[in-house]
């Protein structure tokens, strides 16, 4: 997402309307977090954003702080490799 549409999505999400479905998920899936079970900072990650307006439930997983953040951690890392970014590394580069 550029500047632009990571303001548009901060205005998303405070809708009335995604708030509203953003508590019914979370109650859904027992108020924790659907990775860990903590039930502490929860969050709803989109399972994708092509869907976005049109959320299905199946389209939106309760997560903590912790596990939302090791998911876009671990998204960032897959698009790297995608792209290439590491396969000028050598095993050996990086070891003291």
């Known amino acids: 997402m550029n500047h ?4 548009a999505y901060a205005d998303y999400l405070r809708r009335p309307w995604w708030r509203g479905l953003r508590q019914w998920k979370i ?12 039930t502490l900072n ?6 994708t954003y092509d869907t976005l307006g049109e ?28 792209y290439g970014v590491f396969d000028h ?5 990086g070891a003291a």
Do not use: Y
Not at 89 to 93: V, Y
């Open 55 to 82: 959320e299905m439930p199946w389209d939106l997983e309760v997560l903590c702080k912790r596990c939302h953040g090791k998911e876009h951690a671990t998204e960032i890392l897959a698009t790297m490799k995608r």
């Open 27 to 38: 109650d859904n899936v027992g108020g924790k977090c659907e990775r860990c079970g903590s």
């Open 89 to 93: 590394i050598t095993p050996d580069q």
């Open 42 to 47: 929860l969050q709803v990650h989109h399972l």
């Open 4 to 7: 632009d549409s990571d303001s």
